[in-house]
T-cell receptor, first 114, second 115 residues
């Protein structure tokens, strides 16, 4: 079956530090990969995605590259801000013609301090 | 604005009571989902529905029930048979045919606490 493994948190960084959150996956076929972000007390929002090998997803300064050879989709940001403090979820999904049943990692909490 | 509305945001229930969580979407999405979130466990799929009047069990359906009588609505009932119902519940939706990119659109969640 499909599975996603994320690094455990919490991750605590100072503002402007470099961020990496590791994510590896196990899947049959060719899944799409996603990073979702959850701010306190809210639902999840899509941060970025990649649908095939070597694709790079990017948004709001965050990037992740779909690496089929290492089955990884690590999230990076060059300079974090206090407003980036949230829980980040890596996920994979299989696509049409079935509904999108995403498999989520356990989430990594990021705390950015001044 | 289009989106997913979950209500109530917070809910308290006594042991032995059933409770229903509402989820409404105006995105014209075909598929809808219910996830449960517990600390340190990520999200787990409870039920999902691809079309009206049809739904399937997810990974942790025991103690829950759903209905899909309208495309816009997918209520979740947490029954007294659910042994550990205190959790954060998230509803989501996706387009189905033709526009399904795999991305889930989430509501803001409902936090259920059993007293």
């Amino acid at each position: 079956g499909n599975s996603v493994t994320q690094m455990e948190g919490p991750v605590t960084l100072s503002e402007e530090a470099f961020l990496t959150i590791n994510c590896t996956y196990t899947a049959t076929g060719y899944p799409s990969l996603f990073w979702y972000v959850q701010y306190p007390g809210e639902g999840l929002q899509l941060l970025l995605k990649a649908t095939k090998a070597d694709d790079k997803g990017s948004n709001k300064g965050f990037e992740a590259t779909y690496r089929k050879e290492t089955t990884s989709f690590h999230l990076e940001k060059g300079s974090v801000q206090v407003s980036d403090s949230a829980v980040y979820f890596c996920a994979l999904g299989t696509l049409p013609g079935t509904a999108s049943k995403l498999t989520f990692g356990t989430g990594t909490r990021l705390q950015v301090t001044l | 604005d289009g989106g997913i509305t979950q209500s109530p945001k917070y809910l308290f229930r006594k042991e032995g009571q059933n409770v229903t969580l509402s989820c409404e979407q105006n995105l014209n999405h075909d598929a809808m989902y219910w996830y449960r979130q517990d600390p340190g466990q990520g999200l787990r799929l409870i039920y999902y529905s691809q079309i009206v009047n049809d739904f399937q069990k997810g990974d942790i359906a025991e103690g829950y029930s759903v209905s899909r009588e309208k495309k816009e609505s997918f209520p979740l009932t947490v029954t007294s048979a659910q042994k550990n119902p205190t959790a954060f519940y998230l509803c989501a939706s996706t387009p189905y045919q033709g526009m399904n990119t795999g991305e889930l659109f989430f509501g803001e969640g409902s936090r259920l606490t059993v007293l």
